[in-house]
């Protein structure tokens, strides 16, 4: 199968890595399979969202997967169990591995479409009331620590809303850094080093990023 392709099997759906969640959500919703609610408002790929174990709202891709295809970059492809995967929060046994996700088989469970349908409207205005989706951003910037809100403690120590050119602290919810105009991205890396450090100093909490670094800083 392509990159973009999604079969259906009763409750299992295998999904091409190049597969939207937004489109995924919505399919699962037609056929009334549960499970991936929280999807329909993250936009990520079905590669991607594996590879950092996307989730929300107590939900998330690792206890849905029941297999993972892989490609390396000398062409050998490899299935992989869910056994072997090693889910955590916000991460999989897949990371810094250089593999590429073919596909994945998930497993959904059946429901009534009227119920998945009120729990994803639910999570839609959720994000809408509480995220910044009027600015870019690349989603939450830190990881929450052990029973504690990253967004809480950067707003408690007073830093919603602070810039560094026009990478800014959204004054809706701390824990994300949103585009005002023409960032750099050694502005955002300024601003994430930044509340850091303020965190560290006042809290006593070193956050560690959830979003992935690429390319060279300058
Ligand atoms: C407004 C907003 C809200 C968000 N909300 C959430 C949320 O609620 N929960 C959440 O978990 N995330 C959230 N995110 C983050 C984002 O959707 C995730 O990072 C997502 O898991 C990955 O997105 P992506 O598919 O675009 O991959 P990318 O961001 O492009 O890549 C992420 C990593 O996966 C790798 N990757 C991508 N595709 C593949 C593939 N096919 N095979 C192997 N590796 C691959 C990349 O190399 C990179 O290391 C949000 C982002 C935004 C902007």
Redesign the pocket.
Known sequence: GGLKDVFLQRDMITVG?GVRFPALARMALRSSLSGLEFAVG????L???I??N???FGQDMGSLVQEVETIDHQGKQQTWSKGELCFGY?SSSLQDQN???LKAVLRLTPALKEDIAARMDANLASRCKI?P?DFP????VFRNPPHDHAGRLIEEVGLKGHRIGDAMVSPKHANFIVNCGSAAGRDILALIKTVQKQVCGEKGIMLVPEV?IMGEEG
């Open positions: 890595g993250i936009p990520a790929t590669g991607g969202g590879m950092m996307a989730g929300a916000r593999l590429i996700v995220q989706l951003s690349a989603g939450s992935l």
